[in-house]
């Protein structure tokens, strides 16, 4: 067993308390007390304000590549994607598992102890499966261990270049001919204690309706989260409406995609309908704010999806940054840029999607707690650097989300093992493996 006493420390809604004792036994929260002036014999000691494990809803990990290399000049979503496709046809399953890792590294100094991993470059070249046709995903599983973080596979299927379309050169590496060909492959794969697998839908636009169907009825059967890209463009949402007469939300749900599993990532674009499917389904949305603005989708209506009683989720989605926090405030700032009014989202739900909410539509409900019987992931922020001094008890929460970087956090514990110690990993040199890997990326031909 081991014991930490806590500063401060945020246990839900609005509540911060002093001086709290955390104690952990195996891999889970066992006790949580609050009051304690000063820790107690043998406990470590929290300074700052110490928040449950941040939960990454939506990565693709080979993205973080991508940084700084397609942020400047013109173009829109569909000349970014061009790019994003010029890099995939670049991996293979060795510079995919030092690129993760490393990008993984990366999340685990900005705090996030469980990733969500949407998986959709599965194959060789020309899309000749490799010798383990899970090479790639097993790779993604081997950088989050690495990273010492948590990881729900989202692995997706991913079948057309376009609605009615066949796949392009790089999309035949996504690609498994037909909906049974990923279920052959995906029953595959096995969870371990820092795995869940969980199933995507890439999008209406490369998934037709009767193959989603399959995929629905696949995660059904197993009661395993299903995420899908959703309305994050006008123009799938015009496509579906030509071709199916309906929105991509509504052709989804008609595939019996839609339930209380459900994850709609995006979700920018929805008609007045939509919002109902979703609340009425009980499914979540995970935003993505800083990839959002990065690629000119939209603004996803935030208040509006809370109000039709749908859980919000966060993720880093392209990584054109590695800052929850930063994603946290953009649905809030962005949503008033839009709406001329201040406050719709308050900073604890704001925090809770960071956390809470963003383990359980990733398949882990006993995350982003600290509670007892909670994953004992914890992340703690000094409050003392130049950004947050002046922080007390009652101002700490909207300070991490308003004010906070990622480069605050100090240190994670994932699963009572710390990862994180001094603002530095444990096992990896993250910078000097970004570089490496990037470069590497970059370099081959
Ligand atoms: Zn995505």
């Known amino acids: ?7 401060l420390a945020w246990l839900g809604d609005d509540r911060v308390a002093e001086g709290v004792t955390i104690e952990i036994g195996d891999e889970r929260i066992t006790a949580v007390e609050s009051g304690a002036a ?21 990565s693709h990990a080979f993205q973080r590549a991508l940084r700084g290399r397609t942020q400047s000049g013109r173009g829109d979503f569909w000349t970014w994607r061009d790019a994003m496709y010029g890099l995939a046809a670049r991996l293979d399953p060795d510079l995919y ?44 599983i081997q950088a989050a261990r690495d990273a010492g973080i948590r990881i729900s596979l989202l692995d997706a299927c991913f079948l057309h270049g376009g609605i009615g379309e066949e796949p392009s050169a790089v999309q035949r590496r996504f690609s498994d001919g037909n909906a049974d060909g990923w279920i052959d ?61 309906s929105t991509p939300t509504a052709v989804l749900a008609g595939a019996g995609a839609v339930t209380e599993r ?25 935003l993505c704010p800083t990839t959002e603005r990065d690629l000119a989708d939209g603004i996803a209506p935030a208040d509006r999806l809370r109000s039709a009683g749908i859980e919000l989720a966060l993720g880093t989605d392209s990584h054109a940054t590695i800052d929850l926090f930063e994603e946290a405030r953009a649905v809030e700032l962005d949503e008033r840029l839009e709406s001329g009014e201040r406050g719709r989202n308050p900073a604890s739900i704001l925090l809770d999607a960071a956390t809470r909410a963003g383990h359980a539509c990733l398949g882990w409900p006993d995350g982003g707690r600290i509670a007892p019987g909670a994953i004992a992931d914890l992340v703690t922020v000094e409050l003392d650097s130049p950004r947050l001094a002046g922080t007390d008890a009652a101002s700490a929460i909207p300070s991490l989300v308003f004010a906070a970087s990622g480069a605050d956090v100090r240190g994670v514990i994932a699963g009572g093992q710390p990862i994180v110690r001094e603002g530095e990993h444990v096992a990896l040199d993250v910078a000097a493996e970004l570089d490496a890997a990037i470069g590497a990326v970059w370099e081959s031909a």
């Open 97 to 140: 598992l030092a690129l993760a890792r490393a990008t993984f590294g990366e999340m685990a100094l900005a705090g996030i102890t469980c990733i969500g991993e949407f998986h959709y470059l599965h194959h060789g070249p020309s899309g000749v499966p490799y010798a383990d046709p899970n090479e790639m995903g097993e790779a993604m």
């Open 262 to 286: 459900f994850v709609a990532v995006h979700a920018t674009h929805l008609d007045d309908a939509d919002f109902g499917i979703l609340g009425d389904a009980g499914a979540a949305c995970c």
């Open 185 to 245: 492959r995906v029953s595959e794969l096995a969870e371990d204690p820092g795995t869940r697998i969980g199933a995507a839908i890439h999008s209406v636009r490369t998934v037709d309706p009767e193959s989603a169907a399959a995929v629905a009825a696949w995660t059904a059967e197993r009661g395993i989260p299903l995420h899908a890209h959703v309305s994050e463009q006008p123009a799938e949402n015009s496509a579906s409406l030509e071709v199916y007469g």
């Open 1 to 7: 067993m081991s014991v930490y006493w806590c500063e």
């Open 38 to 58: 000063s820790p107690p014999p043998g406990a470590n000691r929290l300074d700052g304000i110490t928040i449950p494990g941040l939960a990454n809803a939506h």
